[in-house]
């Protein structure tokens, strides 16, 4: 079995920054790709950014690109998300999944991942 367990969501300002942690454990001998995902109430959990197995590839959704940034550290089995320049819109749970097997970064599809985390929320007000 493989548990992700994400932290560090908070209540910001808009324009303010936070990072985003997914700490992985149990059955992840091998390092595979990572994906930060959301959901925002009344909405449909949607794909956020991707990391590949040693980091060397990232993928991002055309809202995070410029904002956002995915990282990994695998001797400490962390994948962070650096949030930045937060608006409202950004108000979601963030969640972080992975697929066993997969090491790229191009999967962006809620159904092509296997586990996930229980999420953490981030909050922005304008």
């Known amino acids: 079995q493989v548990k992700l367990v994400e932290s560090g969501g908070k209540l910001v300002k808009s324009g303010e920054a936070q990072t985003l942690s997914c700490a992985a454990s149990?059955?992840?001998?091998?390092?595979?790709?990572v994906g930060w995902f959301r959901q925002a109430p009344g909405k449909e959990r949607e794909f956020v950014a991707a990391i590949s197995w040693n980091g060397g590839s990232t993928n991002y959704a055309e809202p995070a690109k410029g904002r956002f940034t995915i990282s990994r550290d695998n001797s400490k089995k962390m994948i962070s998300l650096q949030l930045g320049s937060l608006r409202p819109e950004d108000t979601a749970i963030y969640y972080c999944a992975t697929k066993i097997g997969e090491t790229g970064s191009s999967l962006s599809k809620v159904w092509e991942y296997d586990y996930w985390g229980q999420g953490t929320q981030v909050t922005v007000s304008s």
């Open positions: 149990g059955r992840i001998d091998l390092y595979y790709t």
